[in-house]
């Protein structure tokens, strides 16, 4: 297992990150604990979560996995907050009121002391700069979290999050959390240049676009049942027809490399120079594995060509970029309003 040092800052993570959006959904606990431990005996010291995830049981999980192991200190462990945890109108956002017991939660759920990568999950808008960091900053001070980072934030909001961190030495940011694969890679265009320029990891997920790049689907407008495209929206945005066309010429590129084409995509976004570590939502503990086997892939110049020609450099045929990010702020300009991103 390769280690990548994130960021700025001095920490060393895997090249693979563990997902566990599916825990408490998807999988159960004892397959999630099992797939914690496996992760960590596979190498993979990254474990990224959030409050969201099956309504605090990932968490919950990922703590009783540590716990019972008591390899919490092998663990450089992420967590997000920001989304909605609740009915009132405080159960949500970037305020000071709901991070601080955000945080709080987190770590009771999480069985730890610490939370080692803090994400602000979504972009609150309407909450400003200097409350979000002023309130990092404490928690940072009293231990509760050591760094922090962003997930689907757009370039001008990183910017001037660094400009008022620097401005009055407030926590910096470590890392960004964005949606990167070979269906969608706007990320090109802005935000992984940012985030090379100011020192800023990147943590992406949907590697294999949420199963869009396994090569299990045909072509149409059959959804497969279960699956995350059934939702209307996501199924015209993401599983098109563009992409399943570029899965399918993928396929062979990844045989004659004697690998899925799952493995192929993930390890494809892992090589990236700009990526730290593409974020793997394993659901069984023989997705972990395979996961772990994409680390061992390598491409050359040939191949890499190969590969643009089909997935062209800055260029998505499924949404996910411009969904979380791009389409917020043109709402917000179409609105003639900053507070009607999202």
Not at 212 to 221: A, S
Not at 319 to 337: E, L, P, Q, S
Request: aromatic fraction near 8%; include cysteine.
């Amino acid at each position: 297992m390769e280690y990548r040092q994130l960021g700025r800052s001095g920490v060393r993570v895997s090249s693979l990150c563990l997902g566990t959006m599916s825990f408490g959904a998807r999988t159960d606990e004892p397959t999630a604990i099992q797939m914690v431990n496996e992760a960590l005996d596979l190498g993979i010291n990254f474990i990224d979560t959030a409050d969201v995830y099956g309504g605090g049981l990932a968490e919950e999980y990922i703590g009783k996995a540590l716990a019972q192991s008591g390899r919490r200190d092998e663990t450089f462990l992420a967590t997000k907050a920001v989304g909605k945890m609740g009915d009132g109108p405080n159960d949500r956002g970037a305020s000071c009121y709901h991070l601080v017991r955000a945080v709080e939660a987190s770590l009771r759920r999480l069985q730890t002391d610490r939370i080692d990568l803090f994400y602000l999950h979504l972009v609150d808008i309407t909450t400003p700069i200097d409350e979000i960091l002023q309130t990092l900053e404490t928690l940072v001070r009293q231990g509760k979290i050591l760094y922090i980072g962003t997930s689907k934030f757009p370039a001008t909001l990183i910017t001037e999050m660094i400009c008022a961190s620097e401005r009055w030495g407030w926590p910096r940011l470590v890392a960004e959390q964005p949606p990167y694969n070979l269906v969608d890679r706007l990320l090109e265009n802005e935000v992984a240049w940012t985030c090379l320029r100011h020192g800023i990891g990147i943590a992406s997920w949907a590697p294999i676009a949420g199963g869009l790049l396994t090569g299990q689907y045909g072509k149409g407008d059959i959804r497969p049942q279960g699956s995350r495209f059934q939702s209307a929206e996501l199924g015209k945005k993401r599983f098109t027809n563009e992409a399943l066309a570029v899965a399918e010429r993928l396929r062979p590129l990844a045989e004659a490399k004697g690998c899925t084409l799952a493995e192929y995509a993930l390890a494809w976004v892992m090589n990236r120079p700009f990526i730290t570590a593409p974020i793997s939502g394993c659901r069984t503990v023989e997705h972990v594995r395979s996961s772990a086997q994409a680390c061992e892939i390598e491409f050359t110049e040939e191949e890499l060509a190969q590969i643009d020609e089909i997935a062209p450099p800055g260029v998505a045929v499924a949404t996910y970029y411009d969904g979380n990010v791009t389409a917020k702020m043109r709402n917000a300009a179409n609105a003639g309003d900053w507070r009607a991103y999202g």
